[in-house]
């Protein structure tokens, strides 16, 4: 029994992405994320509708991950699913769903946090990416949901050293983006004007915020009243300037997050440094964090981009390394919308 391969069925469904993977003990072999393109038009996710589009979508998305992982639904160990946080209603449609397949199939159920998931995801078994942090680590989750900077003691000894207090660094990417008329999500738009512009043409005030917490609500309010502004002065201010605006928004966003990770560096004395959330595709950061090998001699680590954006790899990661630690859930079980990291 040994060397027997565990198969995770695990389920993703804590804000706009319906998502289901199947993993052979650390390997992913099918990943299957449904984006709900619903959203787009309200430039933002709207919580009723995603969990409407998430029930139409489940179970095509799991029937879909499992034909192309090719095993019958009979060889597998156990389901994992995300209990939170995130939405309630989307939360709940992933929830319930994963406690009655796995009653069905009369396998254990493993309940797995999304954010220790973010993190986790470094330790999915890759032809590509097979360089994993040592422990202790720090990891940075930047995404539309969430902006933490968290010390990883061990699998599950997480302790959140800092946060954001109101805006995540995605939406200040998104939010900043809807201001310059550009389409939701706007973070990779951004980017890619950004890499066209100069950096230092615009500045922008940044947030003054005590020890490693983040604020974002204020600097969206800032490039508001700056674009207003110029916008009176010169009705073609956004398109005349577009790549230089963008560059100097990015500027200033991965100014505010590199200042305060070196911060976290300094206090913890720890050089290995992940990332994860869908902030970490942008091409700043990666850039920031390769000057800080070289400058800083940190060792960094960022996952392929698939496992980077919310999926449900990472969550069958966790469900893995709960199977093989014993640690399931029961049938009451219920979705948690304010689940913490170190509960
Ligand atoms: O992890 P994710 O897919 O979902 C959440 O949990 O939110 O992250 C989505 C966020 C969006 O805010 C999107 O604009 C941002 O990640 N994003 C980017 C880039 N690619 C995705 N932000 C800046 N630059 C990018 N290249
Ligand atoms: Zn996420």
């Known amino acids: 029994m040994e060397n027997e391969t565990i198969y995770i069925l695990a389920i993703e469904s804590s804000c706009d992405d319906t998502a289901a993977a199947v993993l052979a003990n650390q390997k992913v072999i099918s990943n299957v994320v449904a984006t709900q393109k619903i959203h787009e038009q309200y430039g933002g996710v709207v919580p009723e509708l995603a969990s409407r589009a998430h029930q139409q979508n489940i179970v095509p998305v799991v029937h879909q991950a499992l034909a192309k992982a090719n095993i019958d639904k009979k060889l597998v160990s156990a389901i994992a699913f995300t209990r939170g946080p995130g939405l309630m209603g989307s939360l709940l449609v992933g929830t319930s769903f994963a406690k009655s397949i796995a009653l069905g199939l009369k396998i254990p159920l493993i309940e797995v946090n999304h954010m220790q998931a973010h993190i986790l995801a470094h330790f999915i078994k890759d032809e590509e990416n097979n360089k994993t942090p040592e422990f202790p680590f720090l990891a940075m989750t930047i995404s539309g949901g969430h902006t933490q900077i968290v010390l990883v003691n061990d699998y599950f000894k997480m302790e959140i050293l800092g946060e954001t207090l109101d805006d995540a660094v995605g939406e200040a990417f998104d939010k900043s983006a ?26 922008f005030p940044k947030p003054k915020v005590e020890g490693l917490n983040f604020s974002f609500s204020g600097f969206k309010t800032s490039v508001l009243y700056f674009i207003q502004k110029a916008t009176k002065d010169n009705p073609n201010f956004i398109k005349e300037n577009i790549n230089d605006i963008c560059a100097s928004i ?34 700043g950061i990666r850039k920031a964090l390769k000057d800080g090998e070289k400058k800083h001699n940190w060792s960094t680590y960022i996952p392929k981009f698939e496992y980077c954006t919310d999926n449900a790899a990472m969550i069958g990661i966790v469900g893995y390394l709960k199977y093989k630690n014993d640690n399931f859930s029961d049938q009451s079980i219920t979705a948690q919308p304010r689940y913490r990291i170190s509960e």
Do not use: C, W
């Open 178 to 203: 809807k201001i310059l008329g550009l389409p939701y999500p706007g973070g990779p738009l951004i980017d890619k004007y950004a890499n066209l512009g100069d950096p230092h043409k615009f500045k």
């Open 250 to 283: 990015q500027f200033t966003i991965i100014s505010i997050l590199m200042e305060k990770l070196k911060k976290a560096v300094k206090e913890t004395g720890i050089k290995r440094i992940a990332i994860g959330g869908g902030v970490s595709a942008n091409s």
